[in-house]
């Protein structure tokens, strides 16, 4: 049967983690752990700031102005870099409408994105829907050590880019393991970006916070969590993606925003009034 364009099948997705852990978190009332949202409340402040709140109508698509130059100006300090907040800042529905714009303007049907195995369950059905053939690298295996189980093969990933490579998917810290990333695995990344000149890192960042010990036991080079677009040569080559849901302990408010290269981002001002004309104000 067809309904507005849509098959029964389309009309019946088949079940996915968090449909089906939920389900049975309530059914035996257990612990959720497959669902990334803290179990605290956003910081006093941040509650106090709704109820100053003064506008409750639209705003720009690509960002409410006062947001979008709070974000250039973190940015700009976090990167070391001036960030412009009209042409490198874009506000979206949530980290994950980032990614998904993002995926959707780079690839095209064919090309190659790598990820980092295991991954979030969303990143291979956004990747679906953009028919790109997702390549996986696997974390630890031959590469595991007794103080990183999860450490990046860097020979292993080199193997996995070619021509073809269109996209780098980076989760930093890494959801689901909670690893940090080191600055020798990263600096080793971008090493390797810097030979395809075609490829370009989207680096999801919005466990950045979530960082208990920032000093990693036996690599005096680590220094917590590091923006791979800080590295020399890189702010070119990626787009940061990050959200109020993990940074505030608010992930109900749907408020994610990415930084990057305007090349990058203005097709996706340009998208976002399709898609939804603009994230809550």
Sequence with gaps: AVLLGYSAQALSPPPNVWKVFG?????TQSVNLGLGFPDWNPPQFVIDSLHGATSHQYTRPSGHPELIDLLAS???????????????????V??????????????????????????????????????????????????????????????????????KTKILLLNSPHNPTGKVFRMSELEAIAAIVSEFPQLIVISDEVYKYTVYNPVEAGDSLSVGHYHFARLPGMWDRT???SSCGKTFSATGWQVGWMVGPAR????IHTLLPCVQFCTAT
Excluded: C
């Excluded at 412009?84 to 874009?90: F, G, I, L, N, T």
């Design 23 to 27: 389900e049975v978190a309530e059914r």
């Design 94 to 163: 949530g980290a994950s409408q980032s990614l998904y714009l993002a995926l959707i303007t780079l690839l095209k049907p064919d090309d190659e994105i790598v990820i980092f195995e295991p991954f979030f369950e969303l990143y291979a059905k956004q990747i679906a829907l953009t028919k790109a053939k997702p390549v996986y690298v696997k974390l630890g295996g031959e590469a595991a050590t007794l103080s990183d189980p999860w450490a990046l093969d860097v020979d292993l990933l080199r193997r996995s880019i070619n021509n």
């Design 239 to 241: 787009l940061t993606i």
């Design 264 to 267: 990058f981002v203005v097709p």
């Design 74 to 92: 973190r940015y700009s300090m976090h990167l070391n870099r001036y960030v412009d907040p009209a042409s490198e800042v874009a506000v979206t």
